[in-house]
C-alpha cells in the first residue's frame, strides 16, 4: 500500500472515532437519554440539561483542537509539512 | 454625559475603524478579493469567521429565545457550534487543499459539469440572499433602536458602510475588518453578563454562575423550574419538542452551517491545510465564548423578569420597565384592573407581552450599568449585523463575477475585467439586500430557517461525497443535489406559505417540523446520489486523481 492510502487510512480511523464522540455528547446525552441524565445532579445543573447548552459545546472544542493535534502529528511522520 | 451621545461616539470609532481597516487593506487583484490572497493567519481567520457566522441574530435574539424555550432552546446551541465540528473534519482541509475560489468552483471541477456548476450557484445565490435581507434589516433595527433614526436611513447608513470596505477591500478587506467586529461584539456581550452574573450569583463567570445558587442559597435552576411551573408555563430544563423534532432541527443546523458557502469560502483564505484546520478550531473556540454564555444569560434575564415583574404592582416598577414599553418590546394590559402584573402561560389571565430582543437589551439597565456600556453594546449588535452581511456579499459578488461570467459566460474575460465585475455585482448585491432591508418580504424570518436547511439538503452531501468517495459521479451528485433544493422547497413553502395545500403541525411527515426537515431532504440527497452513482459511469481517471490530490496536504 503507498504512503498516501495509508496516511488516508488514519485519518479515516480518526475521523470515525472523533464522530462517535460528537454524536455521542450531542445526539444522545443532549437529546435522546436527557431524560435519563436529568435525573443525575452536577452542582446546580441537571446532568442531560448541562450536556444540551453547555457539555456537547466544549467537547466540540476539544474534538477540533484534539483533531488538529493527531493531523500535525500525522502529517510530520509523513513529512508533508515542511 | 446624555446615553445618546455615548452612543453616536462608540458607533462613530467603531466604523472608523472599519473604513481605516478598508483603506489599508484594498484588493489588487482576483486572489485578493475573493480569498484574501490565501495569507490569513489562522487566528485572524478564527476570529474572522466567527464574527462572519454570529449574526444580530446570534447577538440580540438567540438569548431571548433561549430564555423563553428553556432546554428547547438547546438545538440552536448545539446545532449552531456542532457543524463547525463538520467542517473541521470533514471539509476544510480538503477544500483548501483543492484551493480555488468559490464553492460552486469544487462542485463544478469535481462533478466535472458546468450543470452541476450552475446548480451551485443558483443554491448559493438563494441561500445568501435569503440571509443577507435579515442582516441589512437587522441593521436598520439596531440604528433605530438606539439612534433614534428611522429604519430606512439606518439601513442606508448601513448599506453604504458595507459597500465601501466590501467593494473597496473584497475578502482582504472583509477579513481584517471582521477581525475588529469580533473584537467589538464579544466584549460588548459579555460585558453586561458577566456584570449580571455577578448580581445574581456572585460569580464572575456566567457559565458557572447559572449552575450555581443566588443569595438564598437555591440552585438557580430549580428556582427557575419553581417559578415556570407555578406561572404554569413548562419546566426550564424539560421542553416540549418531541425527542425525534429536536434531533432532525439539531442535525439540520449543524449540517446547514457546514454547508453555508460563506462560512466554508472562509477556510479558503489561509496558507495552508493544516492552517484551514487551525483556523476552524479558534473559529469554534471564539464562537463558544458567545454560545456557552448566551444560555447563562437567558437564565438570569428569565428569572430576573419573573421575580421583578410577577404580582408586583404597575406603579413599583423599575426604570428600565417603563423605557421598554415605550419601544413597544413589553406591553403591559391591566385586564382584572387590580394594578398588579399578571405574567401567566393562560392567554386568558396574562397581562404582559415581552419581546425576546429584551433579554440582552435591557441587560445593561438591569444590571445598572453606566450608559457607556449601551453604546457598546449597540456598536456590538451593529459589528454582529455588519460582519454578517458583508460575508455574504462577497459570496454573492464571486458567485456572479466568478462562477457565471469567468467560467461559464466569458471565459476570456481578463482579470482585470474580472475584478471589476466583482466590485460592480458587490455594488449590486448591496442594493438588492437594502432594498430587501427597507421593503422586508414577510418570509425574511421564515426563510432563515430556509437557508439551513436548503444548505443542508444541497451542498452538504455533494461536497462530502466529492471527497470521501472516488466513485461519486455528475448523474448522483446533480440529481442528489436538486432533489434535495426542490424537497427542501416544497415542504417549507407546504407548512410555512401555505402553497401546494397547506397544512398544520399534525399534516408534518412522521412529525417532523420544516425547521427540521433539512436533515430528511440531506438523507434523501445521499440515498439519491449513491444509488444513482451505481448505475452511471464512474468518473474518469482525471477526477479520481483530484479526489487523491486533495486527501492529502502533500503539494506533489
Redesign the interface.
Known amino acids: 500500500m503507498n504512503i ?1 492510502q495509508n ?2 487510512k488514519t ?1 479515516l480511523k480518526y ?1 470515525v472515532v ?2 462517535v464522540i ?1 454524536f455521542t455528547v ?2 444522545i446525552f ?3 437519554l ?2 435519563q441524565l ?1 435525573k443525575i445532579h ?5 446532568l442531560g ?2 450536556f ?3 457539555g ?3 467537547v ?2 476539544i ?3 484534539v ?2 493535534y493527531l ?2 502529528r500525522l ?1 510530520k511522520k ?1 513529512k ?2 515542511k | 454625559m446624555v446615553l445618546q451621545h455615548w452612543i453616536w461616539i462608540a458607533v462613530g470609532i467603531s466604523f472608523s475603524i472599519y473604513i481605516a481597516i478598508a483603506l489599508i487593506s484594498r484588493a489588487s487583484s482576483t486572489g485578493e478579493f475573493y480569498i484574501a490572497g490565501k495569507g490569513v493567519p489562522p487566528i485572524a481567520n478564527g476570529m474572522a469567521t466567527a464574527a462572519d457566522w454570529m449574526s444580530a441574530a446570534s447577538f440580540i435574539s438567540m438569548a431571548g429565545i ?1 430564555s423563553f424555550n428553556g ?1 428547547d ?2 438545538v440552536y ?2 446545532g449552531w ?2 457543524g ?2 463538520l467542517l ?3 471539509l476544510a ?1 480538503y477544500l483548501r487543499k483543492f484551493g480555488k475560489f468559490t464553492v460552486p468552483d469544487f462542485i463544478g471541477d469535481r462533478y466535472y459539469s458546468n450543470i452541476a456548476r450552475s446548480v451551485a450557484v443558483f443554491c448559493a445565490l438563494i441561500v445568501s440572499f435569503t440571509y443577507i435581507a435579515g442582516q441589512m434589516r437587522g441593521v436598520g433595527v439596531v440604528f433605530s433602536r438606539y439612534l433614534e433614526v428611522d429604519i430606512n436611513t439606518g439601513v442606508f447608513i448601513g448599506m453604504l458602510i458595507v459597500l465601501f470596505y466590501a467593494v473597496l477591500g473584497g475578502m482582504k478587506g472583509i477579513t481584517y475588518t471582521q477581525v475588529a467586529q469580533y473584537c467589538v461584539l464579544i466584549f460588548a456581550f459579555m460585558l453586561p453578563a458577566i456584570f449580571i452574573s455577578l448580581m445574581v450569583t456572585g460569580n464572575v463567570i456566567p ?1 458557572i454562575g ?4 443566588g443569595s438564598d442559597g437555591i ?4 428556582k427557575l423550574d419553581g417559578l415556570q411551573r407555578e406561572l404554569g408555563f413548562h419546566e426550564y ?2 421542553g416540549k419538542k418531541s ?1 425525534l423534532d ?2 432532525f432541527i ?2 439540520a443546523l ?1 449540517v446547514g452551517t457546514a454547508g453555508l458557502p460563506h462560512v466554508i469560502v472562509r477556510f479558503f483564505t489561509v496558507k495552508k491545510v ?1 492552517d484551514a ?2 483556523s ?2 479558534w473559529a ?2 471564539f464562537i ?1 465564548i458567545l ?2 454564555t448566551a ?1 447563562a444569560v437567558a437564565v438570569f434575564s428569565r428569572t430576573n423578569l419573573i421575580e421583578t415583574v410577577s404580582n408586583k404592582p404597575y406603579a413599583d416598577l423599575p426604570e428600565w420597565f417603563e423605557k421598554w414599553e415605550r419601544t413597544g418590546l413589553i406591553t403591559y394590559y391591566d385586564k382584572n384592573q387590580d394594578g398588579l402584573i399578571q405574567y401567566v402561560a393562560d392567554p386568558e389571565v396574562n397581562e404582559l407581552k415581552v419581546d425576546a430582543d429584551i433579554m440582552v437589551l435591557a441587560n445593561p439597565e438591569i444590571a445598572n450599568l453606566p450608559n457607556w456600556v449601551i453604546a457598546i453594546m449597540a456598536a456590538g449588535a451593529l459589528a454582529a449585523a455588519l460582519s454578517t452581511a458583508a460575508g455574504l456579499l462577497l459570496v454573492i459578488s464571486s458567485s456572479v463575477s466568478h462562477d457565471l461570467i469567468k467560467k461559464m459566460i466569458k471565459p476570456d474575460v481578463s482579470e482585470k475585467g474580472e475584478l471589476i465585475a466583482a466590485r460592480l455585482s458587490a455594488v449590486g448585491a448591496v442594493m438588492l439586500a437594502a432594498y430587501f432591508g427597507i421593503n422586508p418580504p414577510g418570509f425574511v424570518a421564515a426563510t432563515v430557517a430556509l437557508a439551513f436547511g436548503l444548505a443542508a439538503a444541497s451542498f452538504f452531501p455533494a461536497i462530502v461525497m466529492g471527497i470521501f468517495s472516488k466513485k461519486m459521479n455528475k448523474e448522483g451528485a446533480v440529481t442528489g443535489m436538486v432533489i434535495g433544493v426542490l424537497l427542501m422547497l416544497f415542504y417549507m413553502t407546504k407548512f410555512k406559505f401555505g402553497w401546494f395545500g397547506g397544512g398544520t403541525e399534525k399534516d408534518w411527515w412522521f412529525g417532523i417540523s420544516p425547521e427540521g426537515f433539512g436533515t430528511f431532504a440531506m438523507m434523501v440527497n445521499f440515498a439519491v446520489s449513491i444509488i444513482i452513482s451505481k448505475y452511471t459511469p464512474a468518473p474518469d481517471s482525471e477526477i479520481q486523481a483530484l479526489v ?1 490530490n486533495i ?4 503539494d506533489n
Not at chain 2, 440552585?219 to 430549580?222: A, I
Not at chain 2, 486527501?551 to 502533500?554: E, I, K
Request: hydrophobic share 50%; net charge negative; charged share 10%.
Open positions: 498516501k496516511y488516508w485519518n475521523l472523533l464522530l460528537w450531542s445526539f443532549g437529546i435522546l436527557v431524560d436529568n452536577f452542582g446546580g445543573f441537571k440539561f448541562w444540551a447548552q453547555q456537547a459545546i466544549y466540540f472544542v474534538l477540533i483542537f483533531y488538529i493531523m500535525n502529517d509523513f508533508f509539512e | 433561549i432546554y432552546g438547546s446551541l448545539m457550534t456542532g463547525y465540528v473541521a473534519l470533514l482541509p457559565q447559572f449552575g450555581s445558587a440552585y438557580l435552576l430549580d430544563t424539560s425527542t429536536m434531533f439539531t442535525a449543524m493544516s484546520r487551525k476552524a478550531g469554534l473556540l463558544a454560545y456557552t444560555p487523491e486527501r492529502n496536504p502533500d
